[in-house]
């Protein structure tokens, strides 16, 4: 089993940046096959940046560039960086692990 706790997020201005932590605890706790996915208002969750299983780095394309994944083996954490946010990256973001742990979710807002 594995237990998901975030923090971070907030309120943003455009152009501002945020960072997203995400602490893994649990008998099968590591930060392989760890991300975070994100659900605006009225849309689908969708899968934002995960390590994969060849430890490297998935990224959807809106937030190539702008957002970067990294991880903690040490403390099983990953964290997302978000720079340059723009308001279209306002939603609920969820930390999650294969096959399916789930965080609670944080607010991320993005408005002047």
């Known amino acids: 089993q594995v237990q998901l706790v975030e923090s971070g997020g907030g309120l943003v201005q455009p152009g501002g940046s945020l960072r997203l932590s995400c602490a893994a605890s649990?008998?099968?706790?590591?930060?392989?096959?760890m991300g975070w996915y994100r659900q605006a208002p009225g849309k689908q969750r969708e899968l934002v940046a995960q390590?994969?299983?060849?430890?490297?780095?998935y990224y959807r394309e809106p937030v190539k560039g702008r957002f970067t994944l990294s991880g903690d083996n040490a403390k099983n954490t990953v964290y997302l960086q978000m720079n340059s946010l723009k308001p279209e990256d306002t939603a609920v973001y969820y930390c999650?692990?294969?096959?399916?742990?789930w965080g609670q979710g944080t607010q991320v807002t993005v408005s002047s």
């Open positions: 999650f692990k294969a096959p399916n742990y």
């Open positions: 649990g008998s099968l706790a590591s930060i392989k096959f």
């Open positions: 390590i994969t299983g060849s430890d490297s780095t």
